[in-house]
């Protein structure tokens, strides 16, 4: 019975994570689809049409200003095998305020000098597309705030929340991946920072295995068992 019952565990379990994995590559299909469609819709106008949880990786159009003075620079992002930073820098517009990825940025072999990232804060049009902020795989603890630390700041893996905690205003939550073709931008190759649907799915033939293999095991055992079972009533 209870080599019975391990294996009906066992190939639920493994079998419920595959399943799950399928779940997730489909998702993923969907999220590069809509990167895909994304650089050839219209884009949306104003920081009212724009919703990150149903309109990730859109094109969003905003009219307002840089702020240059409160700059953020996106700590341990690095870029062909080199270290550096990715810029965020707020966006003021008639509607709110959103933070704008301007690109990447390598970092200097001595932490204490900072690139160089000055912005105008004149009136201007920007186009992006967008996006979360990224995340870690496990977020330990917040980043920390440090009030009176000049700008720009480096972050690892801050939320908007503690952003617009530092800055000492609301910011929309999410960023807004700056088009190549802008200008003040720096490296800007933008592809969806997600694990590919083929991962996923390897993942999936791998629990798949797993399953078929704790149930060719039991059937292994189980006609030992009869064997030996048949010999001693002989």
Known sequence: MWAVLLTL??????????????GRAEEKRALFAAYAQGAGETPL???NASDPATQRYKLLRLQGHFDPGHQVLLDNISHAGQAGYQVLTP?????????????????DGDRTRLPRIEVTDGLRTVTGRIDYLPRPA??????????????PRRLLFPTTAEISAQTG????????LLNPG??????????????EPEKHLGYAIQWFGLAATVVALFVILAWRHLRIARSDVR
């Not at 565990?9 to 399928?22: A, H, I, K, P």
């Not at 496990?138 to 700008?151: C, H, Q, V, Y």
Request: proline share 6%.
């Open 9 to 22: 565990v066992g190939t639920g379990l493994f079998s419920s994570l595959g399943l799950w994995q399928l």
């Open 138 to 151: 496990l977020r330990l603890a917040g980043s920390a705030e440090i009030p009176d630390s000049p700008w």
């Open 169 to 176: 205003y609301a910011l929309r939550d999410f960023q807004l």
């Open 182 to 195: 802008e200008s003040d931008g720096f490296v800007r190759e933008w592809k969806p920072a997600l694990m």
């Open 45 to 47: 106008e104003g920081l």
């Open 91 to 107: 966006f003021v517009t008639a509607e709110g305020r959103v933070l704008v990825n301007r690109g990447w940025v390598p970092a």
